[in-house]
Nanobody, 127 residues
């Protein structure tokens, strides 16, 4: 049974940093896409960052480009999201996601292609 477990969320002041972790179990994802999404109250879940495979290209939403960095550690079967220069607009529940097949670059932004999701971790940025 595949499980994704996020950690690292919390409360931080604007301009601060947080590092989210997502540990996968049940299978390895080194050659498959993994990503981060977020959902603020009253909004749809949106793409934040993703990579098609470990060591491959990374992709970011325009709103986080230059501030957030996604990385993967195959040995730990873990994906990370380093978040710097946080803004109140970054407040949301952050979800880790993984796919079980190779997908196109365009598809990596789509929630529909991901087969596995974590339970989410709350990130709150105060002004």
């Amino acid at each position: 049974q595949v499980q994704l477990v996020e950690s690292g969320g919390g409360l931080v002041q604007a301009g601060g940093s947080l590092r989210l972790s997502c540990a996968a179990s049940g299978r390895t994802f080194s050659v498959y896409p993994m990503g981060w999404f977020r959902q603020a109250p009253g909004t749809e879940r949106e793409f934040v960052a993703g990579s098609r495979r470990s060591g491959g290209m990374t992709y970011y939403a325009d709103s986080v480009k230059g501030r957030f960095t996604i990385s993967r550690d195959d040995a730990k079967n873990t994906v990370y999201l380093e978040m710097n220069s946080l803004k109140p607009d970054d407040t949301a529940v952050y979800y880790c996601a993984a796919a079980s097949r190779i997908i196109s670059t365009a598809a990596i932004l789509s929630r529909a292609v991901y087969d596995y999701w974590g339970q989410g971790t709350q990130v709150t940025v105060s002004s």
